[in-house]
């Protein structure tokens, strides 16, 4: 199964974590490259997990390369020979699956690499591992995405290996049949994981009669059905050059970047068969879902409506989040029901971001004897931060945190062509590294007072589940 492959992946929250820990300066050493190119076997995940800068700062500016009418971001880096490659179809992800075909993009980013081209699965798999290329794709819920990852010494190898799963997958019939009975069993599993459990609930209260209502892994009875003509034919439709970004850190020129480009993906259809999902605008008032599960802890989740990354109340109402529940040990929530009478193991609130959806979303889990007294505290701190009660000084330490953590001297590869993604995905513009930090910095108390009054000026909905204490029934 995917990493990603699930709704509360906090997919924009992690991605927005990543946009605000990367600064201007971006560091890409990678220590002992060397020594393993001296073998065949290469392990790519090491190397990239060791990718870091030792007392030096980097600085290159991002590029955009063009390539007929393919086009990336890039940030160059030749201190040692490695790329990453990060990529995103839009408006390709779960929740544009067809009816009746619930879970077709999980069961489909679980096979591509399952045999493609001239090579059966197993062989795929030694190629990648013998010259260093690491492959990877991901269900998300507006989107496929992946990485390509190689020792540019081994480039050709590379691309033939990713051309192949991008236009010839096997979907071999052995494998397309363990990847759905896997995809049945987790979908089994789910139901026994109260977490699981209650953001399935979730969804289908917020977003109801919307594709993001859908079961995250799918349904069994779809998944039983599907076939190879299904995956491909939702390739074909979703896998294009119209709806694809690029983004490229490493070892790479432009000119050498616009050939690669050609050389990935010149092949996919021109044009994507897809389109944007209705946004929807959900709706809250304090009310509660109670919904049954045995459990030792019972589990909330609840949201208002937030903005989206271009709105004008996005950094305001980010660092409003940042001080009520995103800020660890140091927010409010935390600090009223974690710390001071001890209810809670961890409370948590973060922008949630989708194409069709924005929100202020948050979660905690509880015994059924301390929820009343959390959902107590939890309410009065909501409406206390309504009441636009923050402080110079808690936004002043706020601004400091967020800003310490991206003046970073180190990024792993594929973390900085992640984040030149992000950019990409949110419209943040080309020298969004240089501006991000002022973006920070010249948001006013006022701004930031503004927003907490206008988006926690109601309470949210909570979706509740787990086994009621009955003397609070």
């Not at 030749?78 to 408006?91: A, E």
């Not at 069994?220 to 979703?238: G, P």
């Not at 305001?316 to 989040?321: C, K, Q, S």
Request: aromatic share 10%; net charge negative; glycine share 6%.
């Amino acid at each position: 199964m995917s990493k990603k492959n699930k709704y509360f992946d906090c997919r924009c929250g992690r991605a927005l974590q990543a946009l605000f820990s990367i600064g201007i300066g971006v560091g890409l050493i990678l220590w002992g490259v060397y020594g393993f190119m001296q073998h065949k076997q290469i392990d790519v995940d090491a190397i990239l997990a060791n990718s870091v800068l030792k007392n030096r700062q980097f600085a290159s500016k991002v590029q955009q390369v063009e390539s007929g009418d393919l086009s990336a971001y890039l940030m160059e880096e030749h201190s040692n020979p490695i790329v990453s490659i990060s990529f995103m179809f839009q408006n390709s992800g779960r929740a544009h699956e067809p009816e009746g075909k619930q879970g077709l993009v999980s069961v489909l980013v679980d096979v591509l690499k399952k045999g493609a081209g001239e090579y059966r699965a197993e062989a795929f798999i030694d190629m990648c591992s013998e010259y260093g290329v690491n492959i990877s794709f991901e269900a998300g819920l507006d989107e496929i995405s992946g990485e390509l990852q190689f020792p540019k010494k081994h480039l050709q190898t590379a691309v033939k290996l990713f051309h192949a799963v991008l236009t010839a997958p096997h979907f071999e019939e052995k494998y397309l049949q363990l990847s759905k009975e896997q995809h049945v069993l987790a979908i089994t599993m789910k139901q026994e994981k109260i977490r699981s459990f209650a953001a399935d609930k979730f969804k289908e209260i917020y977003f109801a009669g919307h594709p993001y209502a859908k079961p995250t892994i799918g349904t069994i009875e779809d998944i039983q059905t599907l076939s190879a003509d299904d995956l491909r034919q939702y390739m074909q439709n979703t896998m294009a050059r119209d709806n694809l970004l690029v983004a490229v850190a490493g070892d790479l020129t432009a000119d050498e970047t616009a050939e690669l480009l050609r050389a990935l993906f010149a092949d996919l259809p021109a044009q994507a068969n897809v389109h944007d999902l209705a946004k929807i605008q959900i709706k809250s008032n304090g009310q509660q879902y109670y919904n049954a599960f045995r459990a030792a802890q019972m589990y909330v989740m609840f949201a208002v409506p937030g903005v989206y990354r271009q709105d004008a109340d996005f950094y305001p109402l980010y660092l409003a989040n940042y001080i009520f529940g995103s800020s660890g040990l140091e927010a409010r929530l935390n600090k009223s029901i974690r710390e001071k009478e001890g209810l809670t193991y961890g409370l948590y609130t973060y922008l949630g971001i989708n194409d069709a959806s924005s929100r202020v979303e948050g979660a905690f889990s509880a015994t059924p004897e301390n929820l009343p007294r959390a959902m107590e505290l939890l309410e009065a701190e909501w409406r206390k931060m309504g009441e636009g009660t923050i402080t110079a000084e808690e936004l002043q330490k706020a601004k400091d945190s967020i800003l310490a953590s991206s003046n970073l001297r180190y990024a792993a590869i594929d973390g900085i062509s992640d984040l030149l993604l992000r950019m990409q995905e949110y419209n943040l513009g080309i020298d969004f590294l240089e501006k991000r930090e002022g973006y920070i910095k010249q948001t006013t108390l006022q701004q930031v007072n503004d927003a907490a009054r206008k988006y926690f000026s109601v309470l949210p909905d909570f979706v509740i589940t787990g086994e009621q204490n009955k003397e609070n029934n």
